[in-house]
């Protein structure tokens, strides 16, 4: 069941040139997590603020639960709207303790039943015993987790994420990930979850959708974004890809490292792009070979090589970190493509 | 949030038993003398009735615009005004109500309205004021005409009109003198660079300690300064026969039209009038008594000073012009 | 749904609607009270303006003549002020100056030192038959004149001394936030201590020092005290002329107008200059970096700090305190005024509390309606603070003794003119103050489901709390001083401690006077001195 709706939206603001959304349509159903994706500046935040009630767009509907809370005829307020939303900066109440910011937004409950959800959400999100702290006294992990609880606590509607790890540690940022994902599918919680992170997307959302210039470029499963993307902007953002040049000749994609299939059915005799990611291509050492190695990024467990092809095209490749293959290295390339993506080339 | 509540209660409920009981019963004066003057006055009047009084002592000129505005529903039950040309304006513009009694009818005519609206309680002379250190005794100018002198050139004080005195003073030169000798009168005077002044509190002051060598001024200022051990002498001027003789200013009282308790105003005038409201204002602030048989202590009765003869309706029909005339001259009056 | 878990965080349906339209009547009532409070004068200012007609006795050359010693008086008082405050801001904030917490603290005393009783005081002391001109006479044993306080640049002289703390506060706020390493930085990339000043600091410091300067030219503008005593013709000055003198209300009202209308001009000029909102917060938070050390600059920046704190504080209570007279009489005084203090107290004290709780309410009305509506109430309010008391109090006279009786005539009627005329003063510091807070943090609250009321009470005013004792204390300090309008709109019987002052002034009974405005000054100064104790404290 769809449980957000958002059908063509537009949204300029205040002396604005451009538009910061233009005619957007998603969907949310329940107890999915759908994962706003974009670079900053595309709009992401504010289709958010659309859903929360912070900004009105000036044209398209929103309904939250089947109710229209945004559109030519209805307007509701933040206040009324059932969502919870944590910040960038997780906006705790600095006067207020744990307790009371989870309780903020409790105070329509008997009190004896605020107590009780307060406890039950600071023991989800595991800050029991940290109820008379104040958020000054607290890691960036645990105003995190506070800012989840009391977003949490009110059993919102649905739950909005701005960039909710942008302000952690690496190494927290991934643990937090983890527990919020959890806690997310523990309580059945519909969430939307905005960043310009894709590992962050991909490793929460059932659905991502990939925002640019406040038009939305593709909503699909992670999977789909990852090795289908629909636009090579699409591509580009979600992971490290190299277009190769080809053309279209017999039914198949010729390229200056190998032939393609032609999926995208382009017409004979065009000129097309093919995506080609890094993990796609392996190097052999070859003497002479048709590459030759002019740059490697340690990555830990990989490598990230870079290639030039006798046109000057650089490629990449990922291999394991086991063996290292010195800068200047004549390879031969071998292209394993389980996804061929190819673009008009434009 | 809390505290700003209890703040404000605690100042509302601070409030109650600051604020002035039910106005109905309570005689309210607004007073243009001095609280000092008035005050004993009033006390002596509480006991004697046992009228209850509030006063609200201010600046002649500032009560008579509360009076005006305060038209459709005054709240001032007796006015005592400094000065007659401000009377006279209330009394045009209908704000006062007539009173007269035997009290009222013992001052003498020219100290009263024609009208009746307002009645003389007490006179102020006008002096001329000199420091005795700068002025030897011989040299004492005995008439306000001798000023135009050059020898007084830069010695001379006196207070701009929003002391009205000083218009009234203006004023009287033109109803007697004609504006034309007035003018020559004042372009004398200012070309001895004489020093308009705030008020008559820095005439008295800057003779007294000797900014300047004469001032003109009201007969009170004099015996303020004696007071403060200030070296002043003080001239009756222009007191010869045929002499302009020097105005004198009342002190008077007046019942505001539609007061909330006219007839405890109207008792205070007869009580101001009367021997013990006369001897203790006389006494305070060194008046002229207008009543005849009032002992006027150390101060010159009112027979003994020859009084320009011009009557306070000359003087209110004058004022404008004058003003006029004065500000023409010199826009610091 | 998949399942549920240890909770059951089933979607709740959307709760009733119970602020909407609750807060749209609350808005609307604040902005029909508002306007209410503000505009009628306003109104009656212009109608009887109007009615002047051929200009009354006015002369267009007069008004020009005014105009321009008016202007040069507010411009030349506020470069003053900030001459003075600048420095002493620095020095107290970024330098290790001895005593420079006490210092800060004094530096604010001459706001609650009327200007009135600060020029009695320095025409005491440089009139020309003031102490100073008789002990260089006896020095000297010429009796010439040696200084002349009366006139033009005595005016600007003591202007600039009773409002520079205005400029000292908001600066010396302003740097303590600003963080030092801008300047290090600056230093380190080869500009000189002086270059740093002119390039970095100073322009850092520019909303603040607009702000604060703005303060004081209002102040220097609509004061009459001062100049009155002074002798210098100002537009205050020659409105009391036409009122007092000549009984003329409508060129009263015109001059009174022209002014209302040059002070409409300088607001557009500050809106202009400042273009975007600059941030300046009263309170600021005390993180500071090691001080700056004076080393061979120490006695001159003592010298300096002396010789402003000596002028604007030490000299003229010191003047007041000569003039007291015997200690016997001194408390024989003091015991008199009981009443006068609590009538004081009480209505600065009411006009402060209700300028705080309209100022909150005003300023977060501000931020919900659309900016023009936000502007537009902000402006008319601050329009108050430059109606000349004494035309305040006329038409309030007239307005609320017509149509609410029941005011006027109670001492309400003392804390309408006071909210008219300093409720800007906390509309201004609120905002201000908001415009510093997380906007995230609202809307958290009402993402939270908070009604707008909720969101004021649990959220931003708790925030600007500290702000919110400091902007009481200035309205406080504001409101004690007042003398003008609380002359004429006191009830019969009911004095405050500026009005007893001046009834002794002008009786002459200057001991007495004195021993008041000492009096006076005393607690006008307590609120802030408790304000700044608690904030020391962390206590607010």
Request: hydrophobic share 45%; glycine share 8%; proline share 6%.
């Amino acid at each position: 069941m769809t449980l957000i709706a958002l059908s063509h939206i537009s949204l300029t603001y205040p002396n604005a040139a451009a538009p910061a959304l233009s005619d957007l349509t998603l969907a949310v159903e329940e107890g999915a997590t759908l994962s706003i994706l974009g670079p900053s500046g595309c709009g992401k935040t504010t289709v958010l603020r659309a859903i929360a009630g912070f900004e009105r767009p000036q044209d398209g509907a929103i309904t939250i639960a089947g109710r229209p809370v945004s559109d030519a005829a209805h307007w509701v307020v933040p206040e009324e709207r059932g969502v919870g939303m944590v910040f960038q900066d997780y906006a705790l109440f600095p006067h207020l303790t744990v307790a009371e910011n989870v309780a903020f937004g409790l105070q329509r409950l008997e009190k004896p039943a605020a107590t009780r959800t307060i406890a039950q959400t600071l023991d989800l999100v595991g800050l029991s015993g940290f109820e008379d702290r104040y958020p000054h006294e607290l890691s960036g992990g645990q105003q995190q987790r506070v800012a989840l609880a009391r977003a949490l606590a009110p059993k919102p509607i649905v739950l909005l994420l701005d960039e909710p790890f942008s302000n952690l540690d690496p190494d927290m940022r991934g643990q937090m990930r983890e527990e919020v994902e959890e806690i997310l599918r523990l309580t059945g919680t519909t969430a939307v979850l905005v960043t310009h992170d894709h590992d962050e997307a991909f490793a929460m959302a059932d659905r991502v959708a990939v925002l640019n210039h406040g038009r939305l470029e593709q909503v699909d499963t992670p999977e789909a974004i990852y090795h289908t993307p629909s636009t090579p902007f699409v591509a580009n953002f979600v992971g490290q890809a190299d277009f190769l040049l080809g053309h279209v000749d017999n039914g198949k994609i010729h390229t200056e490292v190998g032939i393609f299939e032609n999926v995208g059915g382009h017409p004979t005799g065009a000129a097309v792009e093919i995506m080609i990611r890094p993990d796609d291509v392996h190097i052999v050492p070859a003497s002479p070979g048709g590459a030759r190695i002019v740059g490697r990024q340690f990555r830990g467990s990989e490598n990230l090589y870079t290639v030039i092809l006798p046109s000057g095209q650089h490629l990449h490749s990922s291999e394991g970190s086991t063996t290292v293959y010195p800068i200047g290295t004549s390879v031969d390339l071998k292209i394993v493509a389980t996804h061929i993506v190819t673009f008009p080339k434009s | 949030m809390a505290v700003l509540a209890g703040i404000l209660l605690a100042s509302v409920a601070g409030l109650q038993p600051a604020s002035p009981a039910d106005a109905a019963d309570r005689l309210v004066i607004y007073s243009g003398r001095k609280e000092k003057a008035v005050k004993p006055v009033v006390d002596a009047f509480t006991k004697q009735t046992g009228i209850q009084v509030d006063m609200k002592v201010g600046k002649t000129s500032g009560l008579a615009n509360e009076i005006r505005m305060e038209k459709t529903r005054p709240r001032g039950d007796l006015f005592i005004s400094t000065e007659s040309g401000i009377v006279e304006i209330l009394t045009k513009e209908g704000l006062l109500d007539p009173y007269q009694s035997a009290a009222t009818k013992a001052v003498p005519e020219d100290f009263r309205s024609a009208a009746g609206t307002w009645t003389g309680i007490s006179g102020r002379a006008r002096i001329i004021l000199y420091n005795k250190n700068l002025v030897p005794e011989k040299e004492v100018p005995r008439s306000i005409f001798e000023l135009t002198n050059p020898i007084w050139k830069g010695k001379l004080a006196i207070a701009g009109t929003r002391e009205r005195t000083t218009l009234a003073w203006a004023t009287a030169l033109v109803a007697v003198k004609g504006e034309a000798f007035t003018r020559d009168y004042l372009k004398g005077l200012h070309e001895n660079d004489l020093k308009i002044l705030t008020d008559n509190t820095e005439v008295w002051q800057g003779v007294g300690r000797g900014e300047f060598a004469i001032g003109l001024t009201n007969s009170p200022n004099y015996y303020l300064a004696r007071q403060n051990n200030l070296p002043v002498g003080v001239v009756y001027p222009d007191q010869d026969t045929k002499g302009f003789g020097t105005p004198i200013n009342p002190n008077v009282a007046a019942v505001i039209k539609g007061a909330t308790n006219p007839e405890a105003a109207r008792k205070f005038i007869d009580f101001l009038l009367g021997p013990e409201g006369q001897r203790i204002l006389v006494t305070q602030d060194y008046e002229i008594p207008l009543i005849a048989d009032v002992d006027s202590s150390e101060v010159p009765p009112l027979n003994s000073i020859k009084r320009t003869a011009v009557t306070a309706q000359r003087l209110a029909d004058l004022e404008e012009a004058t003003l006029k005339l004065l500000t023409s001259l010199n826009p610091n009056w | 749904m998949a399942q549920a878990g240890p909770l059951t965080l089933t979607p709740s349906a959307p709760l009733a609607p119970a602020s909407g339209w609750l807060a749209q009547i609350g808005t609307f009532l604040l902005l029909v009270g508002v306007g209410l409070l503000v505009l009628p004068p306003l109104l009656f200012l212009a109608a009887a303006a109007l009615k002047a007609g051929e200009l009354g006795a006015v002369t267009i050359g007069s008004l020009v003549g005014l105009a321009v010693t008016t202007l040069s008086l507010a411009t030349l008082a506020t470069i003053w002020a900030m001459l003075l405050a600048l420095p002493l801001a620095w020095l107290v904030v970024r330098t290790d100056l001895p005593f420079r917490t006490l210092c800060r603290w004094l530096a604010v005393i001459p706001l609650a030192i009327p200007s009135y009783i600060g020029a009695m005081a320095y025409i005491a002391l440089l009139g020309p038959v003031g102490s100073v001109n008789t002990w260089l006479s006896a020095l000297t044993g010429s009796p010439q004149q040696w200084v002349n306080i009366y006139g033009f640049w005595g005016g600007v002289f003591v202007l600039g001394l009773f409002t520079y703390p205005y400029i000292f506060l908001l600066v010396s706020a302003a740097l303590e936030a600003t963080n030092p390493s801008v300047e290090e930085t600056a230093r380190s990339l080869g500009e000189s201590p002086l270059g740093v000043l002119r390039r970095v600091t100073l322009p850092m410091l520019r909303p603040s020092i607009l702000a604060g300067g703005l303060l004081a030219f209002l102040y220097a503008l609509s004061d009459f005290g001062s100049p009155s005593l002074l002798r210098v013709q100002v537009f205050t000055t020659a409105i009391y002329h036409q009122l007092n003198t000549r009984f003329d209300q409508a060129a009263a009202a015109l001059l009174s107008f022209v002014l209302v209308l040059i002070t409409i001009a300088v607001l557009a000029g500050q809106q202009m200059l400042l273009h975007r909102r600059s941030y300046v917060t009263i309170t600021g938070t005390a993180r500071l970096a090691r001080p700056l050390h004076l080393g061979r600059w120490h006695w001159p920046a003592t010298l300096l700090t002396g010789a402003i704190l000596s002028l604007s504080v030490f000299i003229p209570l010191g003047v007041l305190l000569v003039q007291t007279g015997s200690v016997g009489h001194f408390l024989e005084v003091v015991s008199e005024q009981g009443d006068y203090i609590k009538n004081s107290l009480l209505m600065a004290g009411l006009a402060a509390t209700l300028a705080v709780i309209l100022g909150l309410l005003i300023a977060f009305t501000a931020r919900r309606t659309p900016p023009r509506t936000g502007a537009l109430l902000s402006g008319t309010i601050q329009i108050g603070y430059a109606i000349p008391g004494t035309v305040l109090g006329l038409s309030l006279i007239l307005l609320y003794n017509t149509y609410v009786p029941w005011v006027y005539g109670t001492v309400g009627i003392l804390v309408v003119a006071y909210l008219i005329r300093f409720l800007t003063q906390s509309v201004q510091g609120v905002d201000a103050a908001f415009a510093g807070i997380n906007p995230h943090l609202e809307e958290a609250a009402r993402s939270l489901a908070a009604s707008p009321w909720r969101v004021l009470r649990r959220v931003l005013a708790p925030l600007v709390r500290p702000t919110l004792f400091a902007v009481w204390a200035l309205v406080f300090i504001s409101a004690m001083k007042e003398l003008d309008a609380t002359l004429l709109l006191r009830p019969a019987g009911f004095d405050t401690l500026p009005v007893r002052i001046y009834i002794h002034t002008v009786e002459a009974e200057y001991a007495r006077a004195a021993v008041m405005a000492l009096l006076l000054i005393a607690f006008t100064a307590l609120p802030w001195m408790v304000v700044t104790r608690l904030r020391e404290k962390k206590l607010v």
